[in-house]
Structure formats: structure tokens, C-alpha cells
């Protein structure tokens, strides 16, 4: 419905400090200095701005040293209540993703733009006050604001108690802290489909039944949500980001059980930042929009091949909005910088024995300005070699020339010792002011505290701090967790261009295909058998690497003939046949 409103003004009150800046605000605005009450303090002594009476001039969002104000004049077609708004000056949710009975609907967008307020509004879990700001809005108003939309038939679905919703939230990690006992206690009390055993097995976790909630992985953990959730027996399953901690095998596996519960009647919403698992497993995408923390707009769905290249393309051609000034783009053959054949380390084949687990490389090296993507299972023993290279640990058999420094970014990242932002990035900010700090965003995160930031964020500060050392090879476990799809492919942009500015070499682990196609030259395979033995083969020219790693698991690649982006092809499709029948797994 339409509002008087022209413009919105959000107050980050985290960033907002005023006895820093001297409520620079309150004094610079012109509505103040007339005399009116346009920026106030609020009861915490904080901005706060009256969105009637402000003019937009934008003076406040300007000269802010904090960047914590934003001022968005809407355009006409938003000029219309929010679905939702969090309170006075907090992010503001336009529409409402659509789910579909009998569809997988994937929902894409950035970090903070509004995907979890609205699933947890689908959910029942957050009730909206369409912009009504401390009441919440009945259904009755919900109904008239959706009046001939799907959302409306929903709402009334919902209305009348025929939509059972089961969710999965995006920290998994939360499970572990509230229970306490074994993961068969925990899924059978929620077991409402008797199909326990079933569930289990299809997504690999029946060998962990009777293990401790506190003793599983994080991939463990993830799929036992997943199962918590599925087998409640509900109509609509929203599943916020069912990829992190898995590895590739397990995301496309687990994306084809979630598949395999669709029926007429039955609907699923994923939000998911791996595009090929999204690719793979949605049938309709919702693209999100706006402004991240400020405000969201959700688009028309789309089927899923427009609506990720839409995506990519940063164009929204019904809206004629253009939510990013780049393209995000892709490469038949991803050749980001100048290769060298000049070795920094080199190792013949080794072997290493640890517990009940052995592995096994063949002789490999690693030449100066190489970007090394690695691939592998999860407990294969990729985090083993990384620890042999960086010199942690010893191997039983074979050597390393380990005359060089390596610097590293564990996958689960600690906090050793709480500071300032600021002073932990002193030497990034010294070097990399242009090509680092500003593309990370990291300038508004400069006076927050380590142990104050959200994951993706403290992700971006971590790769940050690592990439400012000196360190002949720098090596990343797991960069992606945590950052949205912008940031993943900007991160293998960023470490890619420090690369080339120092003529050094990265190795990445990670199970985002789409981001480690993006970010590497070389391919390092690791094979076997998780908690057994791991085999380590490369580092391989890219197109070798992938072939041997998908072929392992059987699964076929095409590149998207628009975005160029790599598309998994669906088990037993006529591509797939025809692919596998030529022995070709990866097209580049
Ligand atoms: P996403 O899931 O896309 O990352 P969210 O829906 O979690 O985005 O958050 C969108 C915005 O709403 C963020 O700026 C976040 O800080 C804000 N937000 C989320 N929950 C609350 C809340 N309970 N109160 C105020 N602001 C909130
Ligand atoms: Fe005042 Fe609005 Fe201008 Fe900010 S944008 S200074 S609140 S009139």
C-alpha cells in the first residue's frame, strides 16, 4: 500500500558514537539548524532521525565518521509500506518471496539484505508490522497488503493452519550449545515421519547416531539439522544456508535427498550462497535486493538458470533497477594473473601416518605467482598437508624443501586475544590501503572489536590480517564460509591481485566450485577415504584437476552459455550420458 513516505534514514546504532564525534549530525543538519527536531537523541543518547521531516539532503550520511547513517530516496515504486521494519530507523523489507507447493524456491542475495527476516516471517517465527512501527500486523491486514498476489493464497493458507512450516536455522552451531545428548535422542523426539533410519543414511550421518551432539562436526551437525527438520512432517521446509561445513560431496548429495522430498503438496525454500548447489537444487529463485543493512527489496521469482545469470548480471530489467554497478563475471579459462615456472617449494612424494589415518602425495611443487585451488573430502587430509607444508608437522617419509615462510587461515577461526579492528589490521592498513581495505569493506569495521563481528565479517579481517604477512606462500582453509556470493568472488579477486603485486603463491581449501573456479590456475586433488587414508595428487592444470576430482564423484559440468558460470548437469540427463560417455567431467 502506498505511503506518504519518500525517504528512509537508517541508523547503524552499533557504528553510531556520539561522544566521538560530538553529535556532528544534530549540528550539521539543515532541518535542525531551522529549528526543527529532524535528528534527535534517542533514549541511548544516539540518532535518531524523524523520516517526515528530513529533506534527503544527505549531509548527515556524508559527513558521518562512523558511516553509521543512511538516507535512501525511494523511488516511486517503493514509496509503499515495508513488509516489515525493525523499530524507528532500523532495515526496512519490501515483499516477500514466494513459496511454491511442489517447487524447490532458492532465495539469493548478499549478507544483510533481508533473507533470514523473511523466512523467518514465512516461518511464523518474526510477525510483520508493514512499517507499523512496536505493533504487529493481523493477518487481515497481511491479506489486503498481498490482495491478488501468491502471497495473498499463502497468507490464507497460513491463515487457516494449512501450512506446517519446518525450519532449519543458519546456525547450526546454536544446536550444539542448547542439547546436550545423542544425536539418535535428539531425532527421534522430532521423528514425526518414522523415517529416522531412512533420513540418516541419505545423508551419511547413520554412523554417527550414537555419538554426542557436543562430539560431532560442523558438516555433521549441519546435515543432523537438516534431518531435525525433514523429518518433521510439515508442507513448507525453509533450510537457511544448508551447504556451510559440507563438502562438495556432501552438498550435491545432500541437495538431491532435499529434492527427493518434493510432492505436490510440499514445498521448499532454501537460502544457499554456493550457486552450484543452488543451481542444482532450486527450481525458482527470488533475487534480493537494496541496500545491505538498510534496506531489501524482493523480486518476482525466476526460474532458476535466469534468475542466478539475472543475478550476476546485477540488472533487473522488469524494475529497470540496476542493484550492483558490476557485472559479476566468469571465465571459460579463469587465468587471473601471469604464471611463472620459478619454484617456491617442492616436495617428493611423501607419506605421513597420524592415529588410524595415513596419506600419501605424489612429488609436487609449487611455483611462484600459482593460485592452487584444492579439492577433497571432508577427513581426507587436507588440513594434514597444509600443516606438513607450513612446517607443523613432520613427514614420516620423503622431504619438503621448507625454506619459506607460509602464513595461514585455519577453517574455524579463533579469536587469540580481543582488540580493536584496527590495531590487529595496523600493518594490511599501512600496505594495502587501495587494494585491500577498501574492497573488503573494511574501513567501517576499523573501531569494532574482533570478538563484536559477525562471521563473514571476521572471515574478511582474518584473510585480511593473513594476507599482510610475510610469507612466501599463503594458504586459506575454507575462505567462503560465511561470505555471500559479491563477497566470495571479490575475495579470489583480491587475494589474486596481491599475488601478482608480490610474486607470490596461495593455496586454497574450499568446497565452493564455483569460487575455486574462479579463484584458481592449478588443482590439487585430494582421494581416498575419509579417516582412513587420503592421496594427494598436483598441483594439476585446472581442467585435469576437476576432470579426476568429478569424476571420483560422478558428476558432470557444463558452463552456463551466458554467464560462463559452471552448472552442474542433472544425474542421468541427456548431457550428462553424453558427457560421461566421452570421459569429459569439466568443461572449461
Ligand atoms: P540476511 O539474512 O540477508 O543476512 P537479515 O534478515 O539477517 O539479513 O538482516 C537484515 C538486516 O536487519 C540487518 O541489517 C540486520 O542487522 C537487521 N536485523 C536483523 N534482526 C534484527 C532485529 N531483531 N532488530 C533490529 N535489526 C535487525
Ligand atoms: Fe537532516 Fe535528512 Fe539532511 Fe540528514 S539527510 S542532514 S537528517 S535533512
Not at 597420524?354 to 592452487?372: N, P, R, V, W, Y
Not at 594427494?536 to 584437476?545: A, Q, R, S
Request: hydrophobic share 40%.
Amino acid at each position: 500500500m502506498k505511503t506518504d513516505k519518500k525517504r528512509i534514514a537508517v541508523v547503524k546504532k552499533e557504528r553510531c558514537n556520539p561522544r566521538a564525534c560530538g553529535d556532528l549530525c544534530i549540528k550539521l543538519c539543515p532541518v535542525n539548524r531551522m529549528g526543527k527536531e529532524c535528528i534527535v537523541k534517542d533514549e541511548k543518547g544516539k540518532a535518531a532521525i524523524d523520516e517526515m521531516l528530513c529533506t534527503g539532503c544527505g549531509i548527515c550520511s556524508n559527513r558521518c565518521p562512523f558511516n553509521a547513517i543512511s538516507i535512501i530516496n525511494l523511488p516511486k515504486e517503493l514509496q509503499q509500506e515495508p513488509i516489515h521494519q525493525y523499530g524507528q530507523n532500523g532495515f526496512h523489507l519490501y515483499n516477500l518471496p514466494t513459496p511454491f507447493f511442489g517447487k524447490v524456491t532458492g532465495i539469493l542475495g548478499r549478507n544483510g539484505i533481508g533473507k533470514t527476516t523473511a523466512i523467518k516471517i514465512l516461518a511464523g517465527l518474526l510477525k510483520p508490522n508493514l512499517g507499523r512501527i512496536d505493533e504487529e500486523a493481523g493477518y487481515e491486514a497481511l491479506l489486503q497488503h498481498f490482495k491478488g498476489t501468491e502471497a495473498q493464497i499463502f497468507f490464507e493458507k497460513l491463515k487457516k493452519g494449512e501450512v506446517k512450516v519446518s525450519y532449519k536455522p543458519q546456525k547450526v552451531e546454536l544446536i550444539a550449545q542448547q542439547y546436550k545428548g545423542k544425536v539418535r535422542a535428539l531425532l527421534s523426539n522430532i521423528d514425526e515421519k518414522g523415517k529416522l533410519d531412512e533420513y540418516a543414511k541419505a545423508l551419511g550421518i547413520d554412523a554417527i547416531l550414537s555419538r554426542n551432539i557436543s562430539d560431532i562436526s560442523g558438516g555433521e551437525l549441519q546435515r543432523v539439522a537438516i534431518a531435525a527438520t525433514l523429518l518433521k512432517d510439515a508442507n513448507l521446509y525453509i533450510l537457511d544456508e544448508p551447504s556451510s561445513y559440507l563438502d562438495v560431496k556432501q552438498r550435491l548429495r545432500t541437495a538431491k535427498f532435499i529434492r527427493s522430498l518434493l510432492s505436490p503438496q510440499v514445498g521448499i525454500m532454501v537460502v544457499e550462497h554456493d550457486l552450484v548447489v543452488l543451481d542444482y537444487l532450486a527450481d525458482m529463485i527470488n533475487i534480493l535486493y537494496g541496500e545491505a543493512g538498510v534496506y531489501g527489496v524482493v523480486s518476482i521469482p525466476k526460474t532458476v538458470r535466469e534468475g542466478i545469470n539475472v543475478y550476476l548480471s546485477g540488472y533487473l530489467r522488469e524494475d529497470n533497477v540496476r542493484f550492483r554497478d558490476h557485472e559479476l563475471k566468469f571465465y571459460s579459462r579463469p587465468s587471473l594473473m601471469s604464471k611463472s615456472s620459478e619454484s617456491l617449494i617442492e616436495w617428493t612424494s611423501l607419506k605421513k601416518q597420524l592415529g588410524d589415518f595415513s596419506m600419501e602425495s605424489d612429488e609436487g611443487k609449487i611455483t611462484k605467482k600459482a593460485m592452487i585451488g584444492v579439492l577433497g573430502e571432508n577427513g581426507i587430509g587436507k588440513t594434514t598437508f597444509m600443516k606438513l607444508l607450513a612446517g607443523e608437522l613432520e613427514p614420516d617419509e620423503g622431504e619438503i624443501n621448507e625454506e619459506i615462510k607460509i602464513a595461514y587461515k585455519p577453517q574455524y577461526i579463533e579469536i587469540e586475544k580481543d582488540m580493536l579492528v584496527a590495531l590487529f589490521l595496523k600493518e594490511a592498513i599501512k600496505k594495502y590501503s587501495n587494494q585491500l581495505i577498501k574492497p573488503f569493506g573494511i574501513d567501517s569495521l576499523k573501531e569494532r572489536m574482533l570478538s563484536e563481528l559477525s562471521g563473514g565479517e571476521l572471515q574478511r579481517v582474518m584473510i585480511t590480517h593473513t594476507l599482510s604477512k610475510d610469507a612466501d606462500v599463503f594458504l586459506f582453509d575454507e575462505p567462503s564460509a560465511y561470505l555471500d556470493v559479491e563477497q566470495r568472488l571479490m575475495v579470489a579477486k583480491t587475494i589474486s591481485t596481491i599475488m601478482e603485486i608480490i610474486g607470490k603463491s596461495c593455496v586454497v581449501v574450499d568446497h565452493d566450485l564455483l569460487f575455486l573456479d574462479a579463484i584458481s590456475s592449478y588443482l590439487m586433488v585430494f582421494q581416498g577415504k575419509p579417516a582412513k587414508f587420503g592421496k594427494i595428487k598436483g598441483p594439476l592444470e585446472m581442467e585435469e584437476g576437476m576432470g579426476l576430482f568429478l569424476k571420483d564423484l560422478g558428476i558432470t559440468f557444463r558452463r552456463d552459455k551466458d554467464s560462463k558460470r559452471p552448472r552442474a548437469n542433472k544425474e542421468g540427463s541427456q548431457l550428462d550420458t553424453s558427457q560421461k560417455s566421452k570421459g569429459i567431467y569439466f568443461y572449461s
